[in-house]
C-alpha cells in the first residue's frame, strides 16, 4: 500500500503565498507522475498542476505564471509553490501520483487526504 501525506495547507491573505507538500511513503518501487488537484464546495475537481518522473511540466491556466510544481526524486516528494493567491484559489488541495509497488508490475494511482487552503475575500 500506498499513503500520500500532505503539509501546508491553511488560510492566507489574498496576494499571500503557500507552500504545499505532498510525500510518498509505502513499498515504492518509481512514481512517473506526480500532481496537485483541488475541488471547491459543489464544483468537480480540477487539475492544477502535473510533473513527470523527467521532469515535464503542465499547469492550469488560471494558475500558470503564479504556481510553481516541484518534486524531489530521492524524497518521493512533490511541491506546490503558491504565490498571489487569490480567493478563487479557495478549495481543498489534493495530490495525486502514479506509483509502481515493489513485488507488483503495474502501476496504480493514488490520492492524498486533502488539504485545505482558503483565501478570504
Known amino acids: 500500500q500506498v499513503q500520500l501525506v500532505e503539509s501546508g495547507g491553511g488560510l492566507v491573505q489574498a496576494g499571500g503565498s503557500l507552500r504545499l507538500g505532498c510525500a510518498a511513503s509505502?513499498?515504492?518501487?518509481?512514481?512517473?507522475?506526480m500532481g496537485w488537484y483541488r475541488q471547491a464546495p459543489g464544483m468537480q475537481r480540477e487539475l492544477v498542476a502535473t510533473i513527470t518522473s523527467s521532469g515535464s511540466i503542465n499547469y492550469a491556466d488560471s494558475v500558470k505564471g503564479r504556481f510553481t510544481i516541484s518534486r524531489d526524486n530521492a524524497k518521493n516528494t512533490v511541491y506546490l509553490q503558491m504565490n498571489s493567491l487569490k480567493p478563487e484559489d479557495t478549495a481543498v488541495y489534493y495530490c495525486?501520483?502514479?506509483?509502481?509497488?515493489?513485488?507488483?508490475?503495474?502501476?496504480?494511482?493514488?490520492w492524498g487526504q486533502g488539504t485545505q487552503v482558503t483565501v478570504p475575500s
Open positions: 495525486n501520483a502514479d506509483v509502481a509497488v515493489v513485488n507488483l508490475g503495474t502501476p496504480f494511482n493514488y
Open positions: 509505502g513499498s515504492i518501487r518509481s512514481i512517473s507522475t
